[in-house]
């Protein structure tokens, strides 16, 4: 039976999911209240999205990307805690004596996510992290770590699952100084939440979900080598082989996507969570990129950026990881003829590890770790 | 003054001579701040008397009003809710109000976090509290609110892990005596809701499998009948297979076992039964065959077999690819190599 030639792809929105992005960056409207608390990730994907179009330096001008960073640079907080970066300043408030009293560093303090994205956000902004307080940042990782292996989003209190793990893996490993993680048991907690169908829950004992599964196995491959443990080991072959079976039946028949849980609608996030997930397992030439590429595209919304699925309206959110998804698994040569294939084609690789474009994380590698480290590496590779 | 009342027609904080004592905070947002929001002059007035209030440290009732009012318009405000919260325990509030006023919001912002974290301190503040007689009460009346929130939405994550802290935290047997009939009855309204067989798992094979049911190969027997039953209606059912798999596994009981029943669903044609085997229920008349998921768990079991049933094994994964399951072509050409490569 020959195979049926794929669907012709649409126009590839570059330019307008850039605009999408500049005008989110520039202000939300009041519908978007909800997003208050959490600035610092919303500019994360929009920041994101222009890196992963190699858009930054020629959509917006320098005198922004040095204001954007400033104002990252105003939501770092010190305390008892350690130093961190909270998720923007809704909070803040205007009198800086006032936000520097016990009050406000008790009810406006540093967010272990919002950590997570600060850093990722300056470096694609090209940052030298000259202001970086290092043992800061490493003493809040560590003052959010608790007792059953697991670390809350807040000092001593807030969300804590399988996402601000991930966060606090991802910052150990950008500093390279995994003195604020008792890893041993942030493994043992991670090995709670998988599940009887392959993935991981968003906690002990929680369903299989896709994002979370790529918050677990992007923490168990960054995690440091040890004596007794090497990356990526804390998962058995029997329990690889589950997970890889798992995450290729989230594809789904109806929309070609990837759903995020068994049974559900295909949704352009899950596309990044679970293909990255396959990828990081060197799988991902398991993946359907012809039905990927279908769907995704579906999603593109015409004038600028991607909705969760088709005929939805469009977030920067859904806009970064989709990009990200094309950026691991970009449309197939059986596309090659397509006139709009390039353009598809023309999105920046990324490491699937850290979700950032192999320029910024090479840029990370190199400016987040305290100076001597680099020495030390540099002086090696001479 | 009720605190729930409606938000819409009240007058901005400033305006009302009951707040006039306390000073607004205005916002610092920064000259050029990143992703800056339009803010209505409800929130932003309200926002400003919440760091009033937070800069003198009140906690009185109407901050337990002010924060509502914050949360109504932004639920995900984890600040309000964790001021809030403070607020409550300061006040000795009683917390079985404070759970029937959030029942509405909870409803209403299902799909935030925050919603559920404030049960849950709720719960375990219920918990803690010596001078509270029992807290089973309080756990059974917040098992049936779950109960009604997952008819709005059956499958939301947070109420799904809601509902599972709530069981492991006060681990009651009373609490957990209901859960498979609860379970049933979502899956007899929707066969595919993949969270109800998770829950399933996690009740029968999780936390819940100290509580009275010692006797495990009755309890395996149940649940394979109970998923077979439930696959003979609906045979393209990942979740069900899924759990099908979860139970063998998690039991070490071989895949072989279930040969029998698994070669019912892997010709195109329904099987002609002569007698009704209980054990082994077929397909429907109207069943779509063959059942992907069956040929998989057939070909799993000539491999775990080893020797010549792997090239079985490789005949039906050739055909999924082939024909059944094209989408997956590349997974099946993958299940080949690695068996080739092992044998």
């Known amino acids: 039976m020959p195979s049926q030639p794929p669907p012709p792809l649409p126009h590839f929105a ?305 806009t970064y990881l989709s990009l990200a998804a094309i950026s691991l698994f970009p449309p197939p040569s059986e596309n090659k003829d397509d006139p709009n294939y390039e353009e598809w084609k023309n999105v920046s690789r990324i490491d699937p590890l850290l979700n950032a474009t192999l320029e910024t994380e090479k840029w990370i590698r190199r400016h987040v770790p305290a100076p001597s480290h680099y020495q030390t590496f540099e002086s090696h590779e001479h | 003054m009720p605190r729930n009342s409606d938000d819409e027609d009240r007058k901005l904080y400033s305006e009302r001579p009951e707040w006039a004592d306390v000073t607004p905070v205005p916002q610092y947002q920064g000259l050029n701040p990143i992703a800056p929001i339009f803010y209505t002059p409800q929130y932003k007035d309200a926002t400003e008397y919440f760091r009033g209030v937070i800069s003198t440290g009140e906690k009185s009732e109407r901050v337990l009003e002010l924060t509502e009012a914050i949360i109504r318009m932004n639920p995900a405000h984890y600040t309000a809710w964790q001021y809030r919260y403070q607020t409550l325990i300061a006040l000795k509030s009683p917390l079985d109000l404070e759970l029937k006023l959030m029942d509405g919001i909870a409803i209403q912002f299902l799909k935030t976090y925050q919603v559920w974290h404030h049960r849950r301190l709720l719960l375990t503040a219920l918990h803690d509290t010596p001078s509270s007689s029992s807290s089973q009460p309080a756990a059974l009346a917040e098992l049936a609110f779950i109960s009604r929130v997952l008819m709005v939405d059956s499958k939301n994550y947070h109420t799904w892990s809601y509902r599972q802290w709530l069981l492991s935290y006060f681990d009651d047997v009373h609490l957990w005596t209901g859960e498979i009939s609860f379970v049933e009855r979502l899956l007899e309204e929707d066969v595919r809701n993949n969270s109800a067989w998770h829950h399933r798992f996690f009740v029968v094979f999780g936390r819940g499998q100290q509580q009275g049911e010692e006797d495990r190969p009755e309890v395996l027997k149940r649940e394979l009948g109970y998923t077979k039953d439930q696959i003979s209606l609906a045979p393209n059912n990942p979740s069900a297979w899924n759990y099908l798999r979860g139970i063998l596994e998690q039991t070490k009981t071989p895949f072989s076992n279930l040969e029998s029943f698994v070669q019912l669903y892997v010709s195109s044609e329904p099987p002609k039964q002569d007698i009704l085997d209980l054990e082994n229920p077929a397909p429907g008349e109207s069943a779509e065959l063959p059942c992907v998921a069956a040929l998989e768990f057939l070909a799993d079991i000539h491999e775990q077999a080893g020797a010549d049933r792997v090239q079985k094994a490789i005949e039906i994964w050739k055909s999924l690819g082939d024909k059944y399951d094209t989408m997956r072509k590349k997974y099946w050409e993958y299940r080949i190599r690695e068996a080739l490569a092992s044998s």
């Open chain 1, 14 to 318: 570059r330019t307008g999911h850039a605009a999408h992005c500049n005008r989110c960056l520039t202000g939300l409207p009041s519908s978007q209240i909800d997003v208050d608390a959490q600035t610092l990730a919303v500019g994360f994907y929009c920041l994101g999205t222009l890196d992963i179009l190699g858009l930054l330096e020629s959509k917006t001008n320098e005198v922004e990307r040095k204001d954007w960073k400033e104002w990252i640079w105003e939501q770092v907080r010190t305390g008892s805690y350690g130093t961190g970066f909270k998720p923007g300043s809704y909070m803040t408030p205007e009198s800086k004596s006032l936000s520097e009293t016990d009050q406000f560093r008790e009810f406006d303090p540093p967010h272990l996510i919002m950590t997570y994205v600060a850093l990722l956000s300056l470096a694609i902004l090209r940052d030298d992290f000259s202001k970086l307080d290092r043992q800061g940042i490493t003493k809040f990782v560590r003052s959010c770590q608790r007792e059953d292996g697991s670390f809350s989003s807040l000092p001593n209190s807030g969300d804590s699952d399988l996402r601000e793990v991930y966060c606090a893996f991802a910052i150990s490993s950008m500093l390279d100084d995994w003195s604020g993680v008792d890893v041993d048991r942030a493994i043992q907690y991670i090995r709670r939440c998988m599940s009887y169908e392959g993935g991981y829950g968003q906690e002990p004992s929680g369903e299989a979900l896709g994002g979370t599964t790529y918050c677990a196995l992007a923490s168990l491959y960054l995690a440091p080598s040890s004596k007794h443990r090497d990356p990526g080991t804390s998962i058995t072959p029997t329990e690889r082989s589950r997970m890889i079976r798992w995450l290729v039946q989230n594809q789904t028949l109806e929309h070609g996507g990837f759903s995020g849980r068994t049974n559900k609608l295909a949704d352009a996030c899950y596309c990044f969570w679970c293909g990255a997930s396959l990828h990081i397992l060197g799988a991902s030439p398991l993946v359907n990129s012809t039905t990927l590429t279908t769907f995704l595209s579906s999603c593109q919304f015409k004038f600028g950026g991607f909705a969760k699925a088709p005929n939805e309206r469009p977030d920067p959110y859904h």
